[in-house]
Structure formats: structure tokens, C-alpha cells
């Protein structure tokens, strides 16, 4: 994956200038998974070498954090009358995104201890005999109810892990024994039986399962479009549901200079200059979607 540029996002809330994008800086060009903490998390547990995560969730982060901070500007000139210039920095956005579950013992100035110390994300993935699933027991239900699927009763009141701190601090015992249980069952067999004692639990879908999982496909997560150039596209749909506005995808997105013409029009030059304009290659024209 290609390391992330630090950017700092400046919007203009008034001007309504929600665009202006530069660079903060001539020495903060860094990777913001890796000085953000994001790659300790994802360390190998049993190397510690930090991991990246293959997708470039610093700048989905940030773009979401800014869309919020944008509704957020715009509601306070409504009530005020006055706008305002936001600054978002991707460091920001990282930091307070993942500093509630993944930092949190870092919050006590003089008390701080090492996040990583019985960090519980790693546990969630587990081998079944067919295939992987996600296994979540972190309360005492959760617990209970994972040792009653298991037909392993006797762990409930065990001393190591009675309560989330022993589970915990007993965390490498838990696993093992956890993880020798799940494989003796297929994932069809032990799903229903986790979901019907409300352990959160799914199956560890690959990508291209997506396309036929039942709830994606009922739902209606994943809509097919029609492209003049590429053919049947398929889209995520949007991802908030409005019932009074729903939004919906109403066109593809446009190619590199589908809307030249339109847009030089409004700008005010006439037919022949914008002919000239192509001519000369200073702009360009597609005609399709």
C-alpha cells in the first residue's frame, strides 16, 4: 500500500469553499497509519513487527470526519448567521478515531500502561474445521453463553476466567482452549449455535463471498448500473438510509471531460471557442458515461 501524505483539509464554512486541499507542511509528510498507532495495533502478535492495513482507511477517516465537521459548520451558521474556517489534519482524525478502544489506557496522566498489555482484537478471529469465523466474547453473557455452546460448561466459573479482568490477564490459556473447541465444529454447525446465545459471530467472508451473501444480497447493499463505456457496473449503494429524502445513485460518475461543454457554457464561451478549445487539446470532450 502506498504510504498516506499528511494533508490538512481547510474548509470554509460561508465562502462555502469545501474543497481547498494543501499540503501541512514541508515536514509532516508522513504515513498516518504508522505515527498515528494504527500499525501497532495491527502488529504481528507474535513477532511485534507493525502491520499496515491494506486499504487507505487514514483518508476514509479523515474524509468522513470532514463531512461531519461540514454538516456540523453549516448547522452552527444557521443558528448564528456566521461562518467559519474548519481545519482537519488526517493526524487528527486518526488519533481521535481510534484513541477510544484502542488507546484508552493512555487517558490517566501518571497512570498510563501499555495499550497493547491484554489487547483483545486479535481474539476475534477463530479456525473452524471448514473454514475461519469471528468469535466475540467479551462480557460475562457473551462468555457464558460461548462456554454453552461449546458444551463447556465447567469454564464459566472457572477462577482464570470468571470475570472480563481474569479472561484477560488469561488471555493466551482462553484462546488456546477456545480455539481447540471451534475446530472441532464446520461454520454451518457452529454459527447458529453462537447467534442463538447472543455471542456476536459471523463468518470471516472473503471479498468475492460478499457478492453472494444472503443479507448483502437482501438487503439490496450492492445495486448493478448500466454504463454506456463499461457496461453493468456494480456499486455500493449509499450507505445512510433517509426515509424522508432517500438518496440513491442517479448517474455514473462522469470520464475526464464528460461535462466540458456544459461547464464552459455557464463559464459564457460560445460553441465555436469551445470547438477551438478541443481542437487545441487544452480541453477534452467524452461523450459517455
Avoid at 466475540?136 to 469454564?155: H, I
Avoid at 449509499?238 to 440513491?248: G, N, V
Avoid at 460518475?253 to 464561451?269: F, H, K, N, W
Amino acid at each position: 500500500m502506498a504510504a498516506t501524505t499528511e494533508m490538512t483539509h481547510q474548509v470554509a464554512v460561508g465562502g462555502l469553499d469545501f474543497d481547498h486541499v494543501r499540503a501541512f507542511g514541508q515536514h509532516h509528510r508522513r504515513d498516518r497509519t504508522g505515527n498515528s498507532g494504527l500499525a501497532d495495533i495491527q502488529r504481528d502478535p507474535d513477532t511485534g513487527r507493525p502491520r499496515m492495513v491494506r486499504t487507505i482507511i487514514a483518508d476514509y477517516t479523515t474524509a468522513l470526519t470532514a463531512a461531519q465537521a461540514i454538516t456540523a459548520a453549516l448547522f452552527a451558521r444557521h443558528r448564528t448567521g456566521q461562518g467559519q474556517h474548519v481545519r482537519i489534519s488526517m493526524l487528527d482524525a486518526m488519533i481521535s478515531f481510534l484513541w477510544p478502544e484502542a488507546m484508552p489506557s493512555l487517558t490517566f496522566v501518571g497512570e498510563e500502561r501499555d495499550p497493547s498489555d491484554g489487547e483483545m482484537g486479535p481474539d476475534l478471529i477463530f479456525a473452524t474445521q471448514d473454514r475461519y469465523i469471528t468469535a466475540a466474547a467479551l462480557s460475562d453473557d457473551e462468555w457464558a453463553g460461548m462456554c454453552r455452546v461449546l458444551n463447556r460448561q465447567d469454564l464459566i466459573d472457572d477462577p482464570r476466567f470468571k470475570t472480563a479482568r481474569d479472561r484477560s490477564i488469561n488471555a493466551v490459556e482462553r484462546r488456546e482452549i477456545i480455539s481447540a473447541e471451534l475446530e472441532k465444529w464446520t461454520a454451518d454447525e457452529i454459527l447458529p449455535r453462537l447467534l442463538a446465545n447472543d455471542v456476536p459471530s459471523a463468518p470471516a467472508l472473503s471479498r468475492l463471498d460478499l457478492l453472494q451473501e444472503r443479507q448483502i444480497r437482501e438487503a439490496g447493499i450492492l445495486e448493478e448500473h448500466q454504463s454506456e463505456k463499461f457496461g453493468t457496473v456494480r456499486l455500493p449503494r449509499p450507505a445512510a438510509q433517509f426515509d424522508r429524502t432517500p438518496a440513491r445513485i442517479r448517474a455514473m460518475a462522469p470520464l475526464l471531460g464528460a461535462d466540458s461543454t456544459e461547464i464552459l457554457t455557464e463559464l459564457g464561451y460560445g460553441a465555436d471557442d469551445i470547438a477551438r478549445l478541443e481542437c487545441a487539446q487544452i480541453v477534452r470532450k467524452q461523450s459517455v458515461r
